[in-house]
């Protein structure tokens, strides 16, 4: 029989985001799990596309997540909830790359080769399956290729769908800097790849539901821990 505190999760789900912040903000911490199963696909990516290391990723994932609940009394509702989550994960992921470059500079980027992403699809057809990853794959790494400031709207817009207007409050920049990026970015990749791949977009940079749990996991512990040490600023 699920526990009180799991009906009360599934009871929860529907609300909408800035309701559940305020019932966090009010003492029901639990429900900041539902925020993050919400948007980790949504941060992955976003984290993934900077920092090209999918281990990185999951780390600025935490962190951010981390960051949030320890300022989400901060929080204005002047964009939305998931836009002002997505900056500070964008903003973790940058802050990394700035540190890791400061550190390193003399390091070589990983190869487009060196990294494995699992991909899901419902397709009952192996010979289908492996179609459909292959595309995904190719994808991913003319996506990956992109300069740094393309590659990040390109993967808002295109990949994660979210409106001009979205991208920009996310990056700050404006509006116009975003269409001019996406249409260099779009330019960039070749045409016939992009057409062919591009049904299999939203398959690119899955998280998986074994990740999930596990980043929510290590948030909410981390979460606790912060809130015993008197570390929220709310």
């Not at 980043?215 to 929220?232: F, H, P, T, Y």
Request: neutral net charge.
């Amino acid at each position: 029989m699920a526990s009180g505190a799991t009906v009360q999760l599934e009871i929860s789900q529907s609300l909408p985001d800035e309701e559940i912040v305020r019932r966090v903000l009010a003492g029901e911490a639990a429900l900041f799990e539902i925020l993050m199963r919400r948007y980790n696909q949504r941060l992955y990516r976003a984290a993934r596309a900077i920092l090209r290391d999918d281990s990185e990723a999951e780390d600025v994932m935490q962190d951010a997540y981390v960051r949030a609940f320890q300022h989400l009394g901060q929080f204005a509702g002047r964009a939305s909830f998931a836009t002002w989550l997505t900056r500070i994960a964008i903003h973790e992921a940058l802050a990394r790359v700035h540190r890791r470059n400061r550190l390193q500079p003399l390091e070589s980027s990983a190869g487009a080769g060196d990294f494995t992403m699992r991909l899901a699809s419902h397709q009952p057809d192996p010979e289908r399956q492996a179609g459909n990853a292959e595309m995904a794959r190719l994808l991913e790494e003319a996506i990956l290729a992109l300069p740094d400031a393309y590659r990040g709207v390109l993967m808002l817009r295109d990949v994660e769908e979210l409106t001009t207007e979205e991208a920009a409050a996310i990056l700050q920049i404006t509006e116009q800097n975003v269409k001019v990026r996406l249409h260099r970015a779009r330019a960039m990749l070749r045409r016939e790849l992009f057409a062919r791949a591009g049904a299999a977009s939203s398959a690119a940079f899955l998280f998986p539901a074994t990740r999930c749990d596990r980043v929510v996991a290590n948030v909410m512990r981390r979460i606790a821990e912060a809130k015993a040490a008197g570390q929220l600023s709310w």
